[in-house]
């Protein structure tokens, strides 16, 4: 199968280490094609700058519809568009928050979720009941370390995501870890083997539950929630945009 | 005081019909001024219409910064970019969906929103999880009329919405109902007389909400979920959405 | 508009405290009466000195009505006797803890109230369940002063409201503070300043919220919830309570 | 023991048939005394009629204490005081709403409460909420009959209890159905026998909770919710409601 | 009445424990009888050992209806095979976990329940929820004492209970305190003795229910949840647990 | 890989139901082997009949231990002996109902769950809370078909399935369908493509997340929930089921 990885920010050395970790788990006859957005911020930390990525987002899932892959990521852990892109997509388009959540929640009682920043904690709780697992949540926990700066000191890093795991796990009863940005790559197995609990990355479990859906035949429910929209006049919006 | 009040789509009828309503419960104090966005579609029935609308809504939202509003509306039930919004603005930005929900919660014990489309209403249900309202929610309901075709018939429209209203107090046990789409404006008169229960303009709410809190001298709380974003690159984002 | 106040409790003192802070936050058009229960506790702090206050109070929203106010407002944080004030009232009763509650749930992510006494705390969260609330709520904490001594020295009792609200934003994440007493009139101000986010004090919620429900036409439903009394025999209860 | 009975209302019909239930479930060595309010509505159906009832109830209480009783019973299914109550009392204060539902609760996985009027099925619900117990509720009905009919016709009253008792078990999932209100004194055998599951009168669950854990030795807690009010001057209120 | 209580564990000591107990509340025309499991681990911390321990508890449950008890009680706190035996006795089967934690939710506001070891914490919060009692849940605490070490010495175990029982009551709000392990027997007096609020017995307080559901003449529900299984081939099951 | 797939029933023709359906979509790379109980009902519509099943399927999770598997799948759709199976496991053991539901409400908004016969619902229900899934649960429905009889008519079977499901979908909200029975392997496709949204078989489903987390070398968590049992002596257990 062939997946499209979307970074849903501009950063291509962020799409790079995405790519790699997608790779390293995915099965051979899985190919991955890993982009960034054409549009948009940077990083995305806020509701605002997930705003200004959604545009890039849907075009890309646009054209995966029209270059036919069987499925798509959004690698950002605020699945920035989600809803909208299921709206538009004949293909499956997954999560790696939806999809990591759920995973922990079958690994464990309860999950933690560790995020970059303090102030993205409150965005990871409303997400966390967008998805529908209040029941499952231990916490969210944030070293304080943006998204741009978690690959540049793997030691400084691992020290922070190892030290919010372990309160998560001593005070909050987390029995699995999400590390809840695309930009953690390449950090689960460091910290795992430091707290002992499974310790989840999220574009990993996106395409391990793509290949799985794919086996099985399944895509996204297109019959209440996901519709197509209708067709209707888009002012200032490019043509590929628009519904048939 | 001055408000803009936003609509996130780009109907011109009805932003007059905005407007208009607006402007006949304001105080006379009180300068409505009200847009419609410069980009995206023509009505805002699903997520994906919602995506694309983001970033025209985010530019007047700056605008009215730069332009010294002294609050702004965003005039569509689903208030599209509310977050986003209220991260990058020092004025208050009020949602219509929010502030009528919220009224109505204090007006009677339990409160349905009738909205357009029945695809709508997991919609209406994710935003009464959204504004933390699910214990004063009694039902969505929908009379199946698309938001611009809600003013070509005064008559079909307002049965309609008579009808599912007389639905939701009588099966759903709804004490307010809320008219849950901009493009109701002018119908909560007649529908109220007509049902015996108040019956609420998401408009009118934001623009009495707005005054109270001005004259409270009160506005958004940005300490925790509301920050102001950090500034960093944006791609092909025009430059007046940088944040500074 | 004219609109009553109903201090629940006995203290003139307060009353006059609710009367200043309603009426320089009142609009110029708005006539504002203050006026002290003639029957239960000095202050009220517990649910059997609620029970005592609601003859009183009752009597009051009574004698409004046949007044022909346009509104009247509870001024107990507890809102004693809301939902039975509302049943025998033809003009809206608003209470001071709903209606800067659900304010807060709007200026807002989560809001913390604090109350006067820890006995108090059960009773808060009583009250934000009451309202529908749970999902925006934050804590209540109590700085450890009783409602008559709010006043005695207001360095204390605003150090004390300080270190409550701080700890309810660091520790708890409350974004808006709502003071939880009546007695707490004239503090909002410096407890905004010394903390950096809104606070909310009820009484003026209440006045705002009945102003812009006045504009707007709108009062309390009665369609189920709040439905008038039967007529039936009243022993040892004054004439004036008897429902017709 | 010596167990004091507390019909709420003023109807001494009603307290008779309370009277007689209560001591037909007794056990031999406890001693039952009824008695109605003397002060208030002739039958409770409302926030209203029981904010009216309120001091002739904790009078009773108050009185309760003073003459040693092992346990005072608040016989009206709203338990109208029964956090004031418990406030002032030495000796246990018990509801007959709080112990029906938790005992039912106890019997099956969901109960319903057949109330007496639709108006009061809200009041059910947030009872329900009150005692904790929305995971146990099925659902509450109303065959429609007052408080003061229900003993005119015990025909009309058994079949209207068994026609509502019926939809709940089969269209809402009760496994145990709550006699939501002391005047159906006397129908749970009947309604029982009729429809094949536990049917709980609340008086008699009140008088065997009471029993129980006067054998256990065990009162209700007074450590936090239910501390004693702090003594404090009472205008126009009797001198025995005084707190010492 | 004579009632069978089943120690789901085969330790005959805590056997005796547990009858001693019984007796101390029972009334005196009650008869109890305790036996130990004759099957399973020796004691129960586990969900692994609650498996292994249900044929031994239903053996005993299905005896105790051929030998016509009026009631079982298993006395273990986490009720094990409580659903399973419901749906093959006729007569009633109470659990102490349940029992007591209902009769907690009705002696106070909020109430903590005290295990044994931290692993059966998540065991505890469970159970709350099986029994839909998260809204009355305070915490649950752990002094870290096995089982069967609960009764080797009198003093650390008190000591034990009585720190945790106190972190409950002031760090997590509990009014009432739930003793989570039968082999917890006889020390709720020198607990509640020493932290002022009410101590529950899980045996004692099903041995008092039972006795009440017996003079009221009520039994479990059995029309939706607790049917009567079908008959059907059992493999390699002794012949007494066919269902006829 | 090689999986085993316990059939915690000991119905040999239902196992090669489940055998073929697993290796119909497991990778082939993944070796299935599948077993019925060696002990307890012939199928499983009951707590009793859990409870019986329990000793059996445990005996398996032990033995696929020794033998070195590398998952172990529960192919019962209430997932009997899930958290005791996996306190002593040191591979991991993923239940179908479980798994299939976390699936479902990852594919849809809500999902629905069609069960054999109606006495199963309230054990759906129990289920959905135990896996915290109750904001994505639409509904459970039976079409009133003995598991051991699901596969005697495919065409009555097919209908039954058919009719709740659209019920589910068109009366509940359903978007996604999860076939609750292991018996009804095989129906997933032709309930698909009458229904028109995804329908999940919990075997498949369970197959899938064990290649998945295989891939990416997960387990199951065991810091907390499911830690390994202390060692004990077991009274008429064989010895393979001691804890070392």
């Known amino acids: 199968m062939r997946i499209l990885i979307i970074?849903?920010?501009?950063?291509?050395?962020?799409?790079?280490?995405?790519?790699?970790?997608?790779k390293k788990?995915?099965?051979?006859?899985?190919e991955i094609i890993s982009v960034s957005n054409r549009k948009g911020?940077?990083?995305?930390?806020?509701?605002?700058?997930?705003?200004?990525?959604?545009?890039?987002?849907?075009?890309?899932?646009?054209?995966?519809?029209?270059?036919?892959?069987?499925a798509v990521i959004l690698a950002c852990y605020g699945d920035p568009g989600l809803e909208a892109s299921r709206e538009i997509s004949e293909i499956p388009v997954y999560g790696i928050g939806e999809t990591s959540m759920h995973f922990a929640a079958m690994l464990g009682r309860k999950f933690s979720v560790i995020t970059d920043l303090p102030r993205e904690i409150p965005w990871v709780k409303r997400d966390v009941t967008r998805f529908?697992?209040?029941?499952?949540?231990?916490?969210?926990r944030a070293p304080g370390i943006a998204v741009l700066e978690l690959q540049s000191s793997f030691d400084t890093t691992l020290k922070g995501l190892i030290k919010e795991s372990k309160k998560a796990i001593e005070e909050d009863g987390a029995e699995v870890i999400c590390l809840g940005c695309a930009g953690m790559a390449g950090y689960d197995e460091a910290v795992e083997k430091a707290t002992g609990v499974p310790v989840l990355d999220g574009v990993v479990c996106a395409v391990k539950f793509a290949e799985a859906m794919y086996d099985y035949g399944k895509s996204i429910s297109r019959i209440f929630a996901y519709q197509k929209p209708e067709p209707k006049p888009l002012l200032n919006i490019p043509p590929e945009f628009e519904v048939k």
């Open 41 to 70: 911020p940077a990083s995305i930390e806020s509701n605002y700058e997930t705003a200004l990525s959604l545009e890039g987002v849907l075009g890309w899932v646009l054209q995966a519809n029209r270059e036919k892959y069987d």
């Open 7 to 22: 970074n849903p920010n501009t950063s291509d050395e962020m799409t790079k280490g995405i790519d790699l970790t997608a």
């Open 132 to 140: 529908g697992l209040n029941a499952k949540f231990a916490s969210a």
């Open 25 to 30: 788990y995915a099965r051979k006859d899985t």
